[in-house]
Protein backbone atom coordinates (compact mmCIF):
# COMPACT_ATOMS: atom_id res chain seq x y z
CA UNK A 1 0.00 0.00 0.00
CA UNK A 2 0.96 3.46 -1.18
CA UNK A 3 2.22 6.08 1.95
CA UNK A 4 -0.44 8.95 2.27
CA UNK A 5 0.97 10.53 5.37
CA UNK A 6 3.86 13.54 5.28
CA UNK A 7 6.80 11.63 5.79
CA UNK A 8 8.75 15.17 7.62
CA UNK A 9 8.20 18.61 7.96
CA UNK A 10 10.96 19.20 5.89
CA UNK A 11 10.81 21.95 2.80
CA UNK A 12 12.62 19.37 0.21
CA UNK A 13 10.59 16.97 1.63
CA UNK A 14 7.27 18.71 0.95
CA UNK A 15 8.46 19.52 -2.75
CA UNK A 16 9.21 16.30 -3.39
CA UNK A 17 6.18 15.38 -2.51
CA UNK A 18 4.02 17.54 -4.49
CA UNK A 19 5.89 17.28 -7.45
CA UNK A 20 8.83 15.37 -7.28
CA UNK A 21 8.28 12.58 -9.87
CA UNK A 22 9.92 12.75 -13.44
CA UNK A 23 6.64 12.98 -14.95
CA UNK A 24 5.02 15.99 -13.13
CA UNK A 25 7.72 17.78 -13.77
CA UNK A 26 8.26 17.14 -17.31
CA UNK A 27 4.16 18.49 -17.80
CA UNK A 28 4.89 21.40 -16.03
CA UNK A 29 7.84 22.08 -18.47
CA UNK A 30 5.52 20.98 -21.12
CA UNK A 31 3.36 24.05 -20.63
CA UNK A 32 6.43 26.41 -19.96
CA UNK A 33 8.55 25.50 -22.76
CA UNK A 34 6.04 24.04 -25.41
CA UNK A 35 2.83 25.93 -24.48
CA UNK A 36 1.68 22.51 -23.93
CA UNK A 37 -1.77 22.23 -22.53
CA UNK A 38 -4.27 19.42 -23.09
CA UNK A 39 -4.06 15.91 -22.52
CA UNK A 40 -3.52 14.81 -26.21
CA UNK A 41 -0.50 17.68 -26.52
CA UNK A 42 1.22 16.24 -23.11
CA UNK A 43 0.79 12.26 -24.95
CA UNK A 44 2.29 13.41 -27.43
CA UNK A 45 5.19 14.27 -25.77
CA UNK A 46 8.88 12.63 -26.50
CA UNK A 47 9.17 11.07 -23.63
CA UNK A 48 5.99 9.15 -24.26
CA UNK A 49 4.10 9.01 -20.73
CA UNK A 50 1.61 5.85 -20.58
CA UNK A 51 -2.13 7.31 -21.00
CA UNK A 52 -2.87 5.72 -17.25
CA UNK A 53 -0.01 7.50 -16.04
CA UNK A 54 -0.78 11.15 -17.40
CA UNK A 55 -4.54 10.82 -16.13
CA UNK A 56 -2.89 9.86 -12.68
CA UNK A 57 -0.34 12.88 -12.49
CA UNK A 58 -2.46 15.66 -14.33
CA UNK A 59 -4.99 14.79 -11.51
CA UNK A 60 -2.50 14.48 -8.77
CA UNK A 61 -1.27 18.36 -10.07
CA UNK A 62 -4.58 19.40 -9.72
CA UNK A 63 -5.45 18.49 -6.29
CA UNK A 64 -2.07 19.47 -5.17
CA UNK A 65 -2.80 23.16 -6.61
CA UNK A 66 -0.12 23.15 -9.14
CA UNK A 67 -2.68 22.93 -12.20
CA UNK A 68 -6.06 24.61 -12.87
CA UNK A 69 -8.10 22.76 -15.53
CA UNK A 70 -11.24 24.32 -17.65
CA UNK A 71 -12.93 23.86 -20.50
CA UNK A 72 -11.20 24.98 -24.04
CA UNK A 73 -12.74 28.20 -25.42
CA UNK A 74 -12.00 26.47 -29.14
CA UNK A 75 -13.00 22.65 -28.63
CA UNK A 76 -15.55 22.56 -25.87
CA UNK A 77 -14.79 18.42 -25.77
CA UNK A 78 -11.31 19.26 -24.60
CA UNK A 79 -10.25 20.22 -21.29
CA UNK A 80 -7.10 22.46 -20.75
CA UNK A 81 -4.39 22.44 -17.89
CA UNK A 82 -3.12 25.56 -16.97
CA UNK A 83 -0.16 26.50 -14.13
CA UNK A 84 -1.93 28.38 -11.24
CA UNK A 85 0.49 30.87 -9.26
CA UNK A 86 1.86 27.83 -7.07
CA UNK A 87 2.45 26.41 -10.66
CA UNK A 88 4.35 29.18 -12.03
CA UNK A 89 6.61 29.52 -8.61
CA UNK A 90 8.19 26.07 -10.10
CA UNK A 91 9.85 28.33 -13.38
CA UNK A 92 12.78 29.59 -11.10
CA UNK A 93 13.43 25.59 -10.52
CA UNK A 94 13.13 24.34 -14.05
CA UNK A 95 15.17 26.85 -15.07
CA UNK A 96 18.20 25.73 -12.99
CA UNK A 97 17.46 22.03 -14.41
CA UNK A 98 17.54 23.31 -17.52
CA UNK A 99 21.19 25.01 -16.62
CA UNK A 100 22.16 22.16 -14.42
CA UNK A 101 21.13 19.40 -17.31
CA UNK A 102 23.02 21.88 -20.08
CA UNK A 103 26.00 22.01 -18.10
CA UNK A 104 26.09 18.15 -17.40
CA UNK A 105 25.07 16.50 -20.28
CA UNK A 106 27.24 16.91 -23.48
CA UNK A 107 24.06 15.86 -25.75
CA UNK A 108 21.45 18.28 -24.61
CA UNK A 109 19.25 20.14 -26.60
CA UNK A 110 19.08 23.22 -24.71
CA UNK A 111 19.75 26.65 -26.01
CA UNK A 112 23.18 28.03 -25.62
CA UNK A 113 21.82 31.68 -26.01
CA UNK A 114 18.38 30.35 -23.76
CA UNK A 115 21.34 29.07 -21.05
CA UNK A 116 23.50 32.33 -21.36
CA UNK A 117 20.18 34.54 -20.76
CA UNK A 118 19.68 31.91 -17.39
CA UNK A 119 23.13 32.64 -16.22
CA UNK A 120 23.40 36.36 -16.73
CA UNK A 121 19.81 37.49 -16.15
CA UNK A 122 18.50 34.87 -14.17
CA UNK A 123 15.36 37.25 -12.54
CA UNK A 124 14.83 39.06 -15.61
CA UNK A 125 14.52 35.72 -17.26
CA UNK A 126 12.07 34.21 -14.54
CA UNK A 127 9.63 37.15 -14.30
CA UNK A 128 9.50 37.34 -18.24
CA UNK A 129 8.84 33.35 -18.62
CA UNK A 130 6.43 33.92 -15.85
CA UNK A 131 4.13 36.34 -17.41
CA UNK A 132 4.21 34.98 -20.76
CA UNK A 133 3.12 31.68 -19.40
CA UNK A 134 0.41 33.10 -17.46
CA UNK A 135 -0.68 34.96 -20.32
CA UNK A 136 -1.10 31.11 -22.25
CA UNK A 137 2.77 31.98 -24.05
CA UNK A 138 5.68 29.76 -23.57
CA UNK A 139 9.50 29.84 -23.93
CA UNK A 140 9.49 28.08 -27.44
CA UNK A 141 6.79 30.15 -28.70
CA UNK A 142 8.15 33.75 -26.95
CA UNK A 143 11.88 33.31 -27.24
CA UNK A 144 12.92 36.46 -28.42
CA UNK A 145 10.34 38.37 -25.84
CA UNK A 146 11.71 36.63 -23.33
CA UNK A 147 15.88 36.62 -24.02
CA UNK A 148 15.61 40.09 -26.04
CA UNK A 149 13.55 42.44 -24.50
Keep these: MKRTDRKSDCAINFAL ?10 IVRDIVYFGKNTYGEFLGSAERIG ?19 SLSKID ?7 LTAKGLDLIPLL ?5 WGAA ?7 SRK ?15 TQDIVRKGGSVLGDFDR ?4
Excluded at 95 to 99: G, M, N, Q
Design 104 to 110: HDPRTGA
Design 51 to 69: TSVLAHRLAVLEKKGILSK
Design 95 to 99: LDLTE
Design 146 to 149: IVNK
Design 76 to 82: QRKEEYH
Design 114 to 128: WITAIRTDRNTVIKR
Design 17 to 26: ETFGDPWSLL
